[in-house]
């Protein structure tokens, strides 16, 4: 164990999950401060010790705060002429209040004492310095208020503190924030949450002041607590199956078993959580896997959108059932076995490969759709079957063929994503600005197609916007999900089989492994759908499962690391 930071390992903990609590005396007493805590307006004049002060300020200043940001400072006022201005600024903000209220209700008001501005010895304005882009702030781009709420913890840490020194604490918001913000001479973008007065309090209060005053009461916490969701709220679609995530005990013991090994925890980084999650569904003893490969033609390769002729996909096919093509020799060499399936190649099937090909008419996309939804669904469902067949042999890796497949990938992910098409559509292997701008304007008429027709559900969009292969590569990932096996992902369009899938059934993303991050524009996109991390980044034009398998062959070599490490003694 290192000998800075936490120094328990993780036998100790799993032995002892709750012997990070502290002794029976100390909680008592941080619950009896809680319950404790008032809101104090009467102050006695002495002096505050500065060694007092400073010990609450740490306290403050040891709150919580979103991405360590500590945007809160804190303005300590002693100056009794500038308490004197904000005392008047709280005596207008008074009245101001009263008036806005029914006669009985602004007399109530009236007679509380709501402030101690000029008795307290102490004036300490928090202020937020917002200063910050939030998009620069861990986890204040979803929520750009955080910062707000970080200095909210820090007032409670304070009123906390100054309360088990005995003194009393009042939080003051009768101030209009850009006059006290006047008043201090804030720069733009910093706040106030108001006035804290802090001192020795003249009032000793059993009870929240409001609460005696009649004001208001405390409701019962069994009306504050909510279970699962909000009262009356109608509840989820449920998903059409009942394939779940790996239970919590499960990822727990995973993670569990890697802090054991004899390195630092972590010390395989992105590859280390891969490893985790295929742990977590069961597959610690995985030593193999198997690439699917399926294949297709797509009638919008008659646009100009690629810069190889359609025959190639049937040279790249009949390659990979010999075992030379690149992407069959990269899962060989990664000790992946291949299952190749014509899922519509142009032509006759191709001898030696696994055969679900779509019935029915196959439209461009952007003048028809691309299939039928009961040929979707019957590819859908045979690559069920493969995926679960291919879980029996350990890891399953996704791969595709098909000249045009990514105007494909690009205008399913658009309809998935609500995505504009000029963020999802990229070069493809080997194209040039000319067809760069043919695939734009494709995808562009297809999504406006599909959106027209009042497409939702996202079967019906890879029936409208998808690829036969795509469909078959959706199923795989559903059927091995539901085998209990992880599921590496190569480029653009298997992720985009993939999202179908967890758009179909949520519980199949845990079990996604992104194996590269591929050079399409579109792709980035996806895997941020997916929440998932890519083990490689070569910038990789290949297609085929070559980022598939080579990823596959990195997880297959950290299991066997997980599995051949010593461990240390419990």
């Not at 809101?39 to 500065?50: A, L, T």
Request: net charge neutral; proline share 8%.
């Amino acid at each position: 164990m290192p000998l800075v930071g936490d120094a328990t390992s993780a036998s100790q903990r799993a032995a002892d999950p709750a012997g990070w609590a502290m002794d029976g005396p100390t909680r008592d007493a941080l619950h009896r401060v809680v319950a404790a805590r008032r809101d104090v307006r009467r102050f006695r004049p002495d002096p505050v010790p500065d060694e007092v002060l400073e010990r609450v300020l740490t306290a403050a200043h040891a709150a919580p705060s979103v991405g360590h940001s500590q945007p809160w400072r804190f303005v300590v006022v002693q100056d009794p002429a500038t308490r004197d201005r904000a005392a008047v600024l709280t005596d207008r903000e008074r009245l101001r209040q009263a008036a806005r209220l029914a006669p009985d209700a602004a007399r109530r008001l009236l007679d509380l004492q709501l402030e101690g501005v000029r008795e307290a010895p102490l004036g300490v304005v928090v202020c937020c310095d917002r200063r910050a882009p939030a998009a620069g702030v861990l986890g204040r781009a979803t929520f750009p208020d955080a910062d707000l709420w970080s200095c909210a913890a820090a007032i409670q840490n304070l009123w906390l503190a100054a309360r088990a020194e005995g003194l009393g604490l009042g939080w003051v918001t009768l101030f209009r924030p850009e006059e006290l913000a006047g008043l201090l001479g804030l720069p733009d973008r910093v706040v106030t949450l108001g006035w804290l007065c802090l001192g020795w309090p003249d009032e000793r209060p059993p009870a929240p002041g409001l609460e005696r005053a009649g004001w208001s009461r405390r409701l019962p916490l069994a009306d504050v607590v909510l279970r699962e969701r909000w009262p009356g709220a109608a509840p989820p679609a449920a998903p059409p199956s009942a394939l779940r995530a790996p239970g919590r005990h499960a990822v727990v013991a995973a993670r569990d078993e890697a802090d054991r090994l004899l390195t630092p925890p972590g010390s395989l980084g992105v590859l280390d959580r891969a490893v985790d999650a295929v742990v977590a569904l069961g597959g610690a003893g995985t030593t193999r896997g198997t690439l699917v490969l399926a294949a297709a033609d797509h009638p919008v390769a008659g646009h100009g959108v690629s810069a190889y002729s359609p025959g190639v996909s049937r040279d790249v096919v009949r390659a990979a059932v010999a075992g030379t093509s690149l992407g069959a020799t990269a899962a060989r060499t990664a000790g992946l076995r291949v299952r190749v399936v014509d899922a519509g190649v142009a032509g006759e099937p191709v001898p030696g490969t696994t055969v679900l090909r779509p019935a029915g008419p196959r439209g461009d996309l952007a003048g028809a759709p691309a299939m039928t939804p009961a040929a979707a669904r019957e590819l859908l469902d045979g690559g069920r079957r493969l995926g679960a067949e291919a879980a029996g042999a350990g890891l399953v890796a996704l791969g595709e063929v098909g000249v045009g497949n990514t105007t494909v990938a690009a205008a399913l992910a658009c309809g998935l994503l609500d995505a504009d098409p000029g963020d999802a559509v990229g070069l493809g292997a080997g194209a040039d600005a000319a067809v760069l701008a043919r695939k734009r304007q494709v995808v562009a008429a297809a999504v406006d197609r599909a959106r027209r027709a009042g497409v939702d559900d996202p079967l019906d969009a890879l029936a409208e916007l998808g690829g036969p292969e795509l469909a078959v590569l959706a199923g795989v990932v559903l059927g091995a999900a539901a085998a209990g096996s992880a599921v590496v992902l190569d480029g653009y369009a298997t992720s985009v089989a993939a999202l179908v899938a967890v758009r179909l059934e949520p519980g199949v993303q845990p079990a996604l492994l992104a194996g590269q991050r591929s050079r399409e524009r579109g792709h980035e996109l996806v895997l941020q759908e997916l929440g998932r991390e890519p083990l490689l980044d070569l910038r990789l034009r290949a297609g085929e499962g070559v980022g598939a398998a080579l990823a596959a062959g990195l997880v297959l070599a950290g299991l066997a690391l997980r599995r051949e490490t010593a461990r240390v003694d419990p």
